[in-house]
RNA sequence: GGAUGGGUGUCGGAGUGGUCUAACGAGACAGUCUUGAAAACUGUUGUACCAGCAAUGGUACCGUGAGUUCGAAUCUCACCCCAUCCGCCA
């Protein structure tokens, strides 16, 4: 959500916006409404002023005749204002459904670009393993050291079900407690936020309207949430915080649950793309202004970066560009990180920021120094998800004889330093 | 699944359809008094939108939305939310 205001007055940076995005958005119609809008609004207080001045003369009148009269002069504005406000209520559907469709503004550092394909990359990082024999893929992998069943993870969940057993579910009990210790060392406050979550909560952070098809809902209407950065954005909706309190950053541990309804031909096969997995996620509230949500941002996605580089993963940095940016994100960096098989880079992580765009329509604010309320702006970024971590964890460090080096720094956390031994 | 009670400002809490510009109390802030503090006393104390360069003016907000009325915190209806009890489950 932007600010009224602000669309009026910069309406061409809007539909330079929309186009970027590539979301098909007319401001114009916007724009007419709000003037529909505002003349029903200026018209229906002066009559509301009227009937308000009238009120005291009505109750203090003195004789029955001045009384009756001073009723009869109100019945008229009666019918004026019904008509104002029938006019208003109508305008005011539209208006609130177009505000729900404004795309917020893409930062000139973001690439034109019609898929993902166009994506930037600023940033590689490790050599791309090289083998001296023919590596497996992480299924192969996986299903033989007992680690991963997606047969009977079929049967009883569908398409895209999974079981992980014995040093899978160690791994990522590894993968978690070091996340937990490295992002928790970094001033994040570690959260395990509700997933079930009110639809408002999804309204506020931008996945409703437009996201309906991608989510699991319950028969109380909630929803299961895709990422922890919907309760954790919910947590202080509808609050004022002091100035000194912010930033506030979050580390989420939760479940994740996507239905996955626009990728029916996609990573059809292992753990990339499955409707529930468990992912760490950091969110950050910090104080309105710009410079602030780029230093948060860059520190978000460094923080995963020296994450995946502490685990010796070879990987690069996108930054998206406009066609895959969301309606109320700014700006957004991927991590990918080298997956063998496939000789390609794959999404891991995203980070990216929103300025107030998330805060107006959750309510989310402070004082600033000076005492003046303001929107807080918000940022997230993908701390490091499980399974998918998996994939190229396992992939890169696959030794010839089927087995996998643990990464050194896991190895306290995991136990052992090789699966399969 | 069944039953009941309740949503008023920063908080507690009143509120017979018109003077609600929401009583009263607490808190916070400022001042008086004081060597300083406490106490006491006095005053101030929300948010959003519209018009305006501004000073300012207007409107709305008592959970949300409709309705009745010249006029609604107050009456009617629907919904949302909160709490408690019983049952069931962990």
Same mark, same amino acid.
């Given at each position: 959500?932007?600010?009224?205001?602000?669309? +009026?007055?910069?309406?061409?940076?809007? !539909?330079?916006?929309?186009?970027?995005?590539?979301?098909?958005?007319?401001?114009?119609?916007?724009?007419?409404?709000?003037?529909?809008? +505002?003349?029903?609004?200026?018209?229906?207080?002066?009559?509301?002023?009227?009937?308000?001045?009238?009120?005291?003369?009505?109750?203090?009148?003195?004789?029955?005749?001045?009384?009756?009269?001073?009723?009869?002069?109100?019945?008229?504005?009666?019918?004026?204002?019904?008509?104002?406000?029938?006019?208003?209520?109508?305008?005011?559907?539209?208006?609130?459904?177009?505000?729900?469709?404004?795309?917020?503004?893409?930062?000139?550092?973001?690439?034109?670009?019609?898929?993902?394909?166009?994506?930037?990359?600023?940033?590689?990082?490790?050599?791309?393993?090289?083998? !001296?024999?023919?590596?497996?893929?992480?299924?192969?992998?996986?299903?033989?050291? @007992?680690?991963?069943?997606?047969?009977?993870?079929?049967?009883?969940?569908?398409?895209?079900?999974?079981?992980?057993?014995?040093?899978?579910?160690?791994?990522?009990?590894?993968?978690?407690?070091?996340?937990?210790?490295?992002? =928790?060392?970094?001033?994040?406050?570690?959260?395990?936020?509700?997933?079930?979550?009110?639809?408002?909560?999804?309204? @506020?952070? @931008?996945?409703?309207?437009?996201?309906?098809?991608?989510?699991?809902?319950? /028969?109380?209407?909630?929803?299961?949430?895709?990422?922890?950065?919907?309760?954790?954005?919910?947590?202080?909706?509808?609050?004022?915080?002091?100035?000194?309190?912010? $930033?506030?950053?979050?580390?989420?541990?939760?479940?994740?649950?996507? +239905?996955?309804?626009?990728?029916?031909?996609?990573?059809?096969?292992?753990?990339?793309?499955?409707?529930?997995?468990?992912?760490?996620? /950091?969110?950050?509230?910090?104080?309105?202004?710009?410079?602030?949500?780029?230093?948060?941002?860059? #520190?978000?996605?460094?923080?995963?970066?020296?994450?995946? #580089?502490? *685990?010796?993963? $070879?990987?690069?940095?996108?930054?998206?560009?406009?066609?895959?940016?969301? *309606?109320?994100?700014?700006?957004?960096?991927?991590?990918? *990180?080298?997956?063998?098989?496939?000789?390609?880079?794959?999404?891991?992580?995203?980070?990216?920021?929103?300025?107030?765009?998330?805060?107006?329509?959750?309510?989310?604010?402070? +004082?600033?120094?000076?005492?003046?309320?303001?929107?807080?702006?918000? *940022?997230? =970024?993908?701390?490091?998800?499980?399974?998918?971590?998996?994939?190229?964890?396992? #992939?890169?460090?696959? /030794?010839?004889?089927?087995?996998?080096?643990?990464?050194?720094?896991?190895?306290?956390?995991?136990?052992?330093?090789?699966?399969?031994?």
């Amino acid at each position: 959500m932007l600010d009224i205001k602000f669309i +009026r007055e910069n309406k061409d940076l809007i !539909a330079i916006a929309a186009k970027k995005k590539h979301i098909d958005f007319d401001v114009e119609k916007l724009i007419a409404a709000d003037d529909i809008r +505002r003349k029903a609004m200026t018209s229906s207080e002066k009559l509301r002023a009227e009937q308000n001045a009238a009120n005291d003369g009505i109750a203090s009148a003195k004789t029955p005749e001045e009384r009756t009269k001073l009723i009869a002069d109100m019945k008229v504005v009666k019918v004026a204002l019904e008509k104002d406000e029938e006019t208003l209520k109508t305008v005011m559907k539209d208006w609130q459904n177009l505000m729900l469709q404004v795309p917020n503004i893409p930062d000139m550092s973001v690439p034109d670009g019609n898929s993902d394909a166009d994506n930037m990359e600023i940033k590689t990082w490790g050599e791309k393993t090289k083998f !001296a024999f023919d590596p497996k893929d992480h299924v192969e992998i996986m299903t033989a050291l @007992g680690m991963l069943d997606l047969e009977r993870g079929q049967k009883v969940h569908g398409f895209r079900g999974y079981y992980l057993t014995g040093d899978a579910v160690k791994l990522c009990f590894a993968i978690w407690s070091y996340a937990l210790d490295f992002f =928790g060392g970094r001033g994040f406050l570690p959260v395990i936020p509700p997933i079930v979550v009110r639809k408002i909560n999804l309204f @506020g952070t @931008g996945y409703l309207p437009q996201g309906e098809e991608d989510m699991y809902k319950t /028969q109380d209407g909630d929803y299961l949430a895709g990422t922890a950065e919907v309760p954790l954005m919910g947590l202080y909706a509808d609050e004022t915080l002091t100035v000194a309190e912010l $930033p506030k950053k979050f580390l989420g541990f939760s479940p994740c649950y996507r +239905r996955e309804a626009g990728a029916h031909g996609k990573d059809v096969r292992g753990l990339i793309r499955v409707n529930e997995f468990y992912k760490l996620e /950091q969110v950050i509230l910090c104080e309105a202004n710009h410079e602030a949500s780029v230093k948060f941002h860059d #520190e978000v996605n460094a923080n995963t970066e020296q994450f995946i #580089e502490s *685990l010796n993963i $070879p990987y690069r940095t996108v930054i998206n560009c406009g066609a895959d940016l969301g *309606l109320g994100q700014v700006k957004k960096y991927d991590i990918e *990180l080298w997956v063998p098989k496939e000789e390609k880079y794959r999404e891991i992580s995203s980070a990216s920021y929103f300025h107030d765009f998330q805060t107006r329509r959750l309510n989310i604010r402070y +004082r600033d120094v000076e005492g003046t309320l303001r929107y807080a702006h918000s *940022l997230n =970024g993908t701390a490091i998800p499980t399974p998918r971590i998996l994939v190229s964890l396992i #992939e890169n460090f696959q /030794q010839p004889d089927g087995t996998i080096k643990v990464p050194p720094i896991l190895v306290k956390y995991f136990g052992k330093e090789v699966i399969g031994k």
